[in-house]
């Protein structure tokens, strides 16, 4: 398995205050992803980058930043957390074609 | 809007049998990826077919690819309950940074 770690690996805040998740990589892959997992819509993508620095926004990015400050951590912040983004939070990395996932943050906003 | 869109959404078959899910996709893709899900893990990679193959085998595993029709097949043989999880198709890009894009999945469950 890629060394990918996600934490924290559960979270539970209220609506309106600020989260921050962290993917970490070990593997040195150029693109980084952050997916959300919800029943009934599959996983979205959220933002991704590709390199340091470099992101942009996928299909769910609304109410989400990122920030890639170096190749190996890539952070998911909720600037004011609200109810629907209670979720399963995936990172994935991708060096050529196939991606890694991580292990997942479970994240419930009440 | 998703590209890859699996069916059947959900599959129950006794152990022994094999499993057959389909991905159907919308646009030129340079690779069609499946990837499998446990319950309440992360996705792991199965098996990559480029668009200019056709067929691809890894252990139990056979996966179709016709773009002509844009779809894919994946066929799970001799199924074992250790098999049920959900089953995602991802579509690759033509080109540039272009995300993978994932189905909804298939959730297969495999009865002893």
């Known amino acids: 398995d890629a060394g990918i770690t996600q934490s924290p690996r559960h979270k539970v805040t209220e609506t309106g205050t600020p989260v921050t998740l962290r993917c970490h990589q070990t593997e040195n892959h150029r693109y980084m992803y952050w997916y959300r997992q919800d029943p009934g819509h599959g996983l979205r993508l959220i933002h991704y980058?590709?390199?340091?620095?470099?992101?942009d926004k996928g299909e769910v990015s609304d109410g989400y930043s990122v920030s890639r400050s170096k190749t190996e951590d890539f952070l998911l912040t909720l600037e004011s957390a609200t109810s629907s983004q209670t979720s399963v939070y995936f990172c994935?990395?991708?060096?050529?074609?196939?991606?890694?996932f991580g292990p997942g943050t479970r994240l419930t906003v009440t | 809007s998703q590209q890859g869109e699996e069916d059947p959404q959900a599959l129950s078959i006794q152990e022994g049998e094999n499993a057959t899910m389909n991905c159907s996709y919308k646009?030129?893709?340079?690779?069609l990826q499946w990837y499998r899900q446990n319950s309440g893990r992360g996705l792991v990679h199965l098996i990559l077919i480029r668009s200019n193959e056709r067929e691809k085998h890894s252990g139990r595993l056979r996966v179709t690819l016709d773009t002509s029709k844009k779809s894919s097949s994946l066929l799970i043989t001799a199924s074992r309950a250790a098999d049920t999880a959900s089953y995602f198709c991802?579509?690759?890009?033509?080109?540039?940074?272009?995300?993978?894009?994932f189905g909804k999945g298939t959730r297969l469950s495999v009865i002893a």
């Open positions: 646009t030129s893709i340079n690779n």
């Open positions: 991802a579509t690759g890009p033509v080109s540039g940074n272009t995300p993978l894009v």
């Open positions: 980058s590709y390199g340091v620095k470099d992101t």
């Open positions: 994935a990395t991708q060096d050529t074609d196939e991606q890694y």
